[in-house]
């Protein structure tokens, strides 16, 4: 089940990372699925270690349960630093992109809290001030 579900994210935050597009909605939205699992495998980490930690100190334990819980353990560690640095890369192209999105904003391009597509009407904060002026209002 876990593969899946980071496999999925990874896959999302490398095509935003490769170039495709993404609006800062969808870029909030990865950012916070990603973060959502990197806290799993944190918590399935930190599950099986302790599991690992118990299993050492019963000395009834099976060589064979040890050895599950370390190849976990081992699995999801990389899994999981992976994740990590795909998130920071992710965070920081955010923030590039807002850098350039609030420095290459002209007034008339600049984007409402509800709406995240440069020209989109509803956003257009100059289209008062860009229409033509009447003959009346140049004299």
């Given at each position: 089940m876990r593969k899946p579900?980071?496999?999925?994210?990874k896959a999302r935050v490398r095509a935003v990372l490769d170039g495709r597009a993404a609006t800062e909605a969808e870029l909030r939205k990865l950012f916070e699925d990603g973060r959502a699992c990197s806290l799993i495998l944190s918590g399935e980490l930190?599950?099986?270690e302790?599991?690992?930690g118990e299993l050492s100190g019963d000395p009834a334990s099976s060589l064979v349960e040890i050895a599950v819980a370390v190849r976990r353990a081992n699995e999801l560690r990389p899994d999981l630093e992976e994740l990590h640095a795909l998130?920071?890369?992710?965070?920081e192209r955010a923030r590039a992109c807002r850098g350039a999105w609030l420095a290459g904003a002209r007034p008339s391009d600049r984007v409402s809290a509800g709406s995240h597509r440069r020209g989109d009407p509803a956003a257009d904060y100059g289209e008062v001030a860009r229409r033509p002026r009447t003959e009346l209002e140049t004299t």
């Open positions: 579900l980071d496999g999925a994210v930190e599950h099986t302790r599991r690992l998130l920071a890369e992710l965070e």
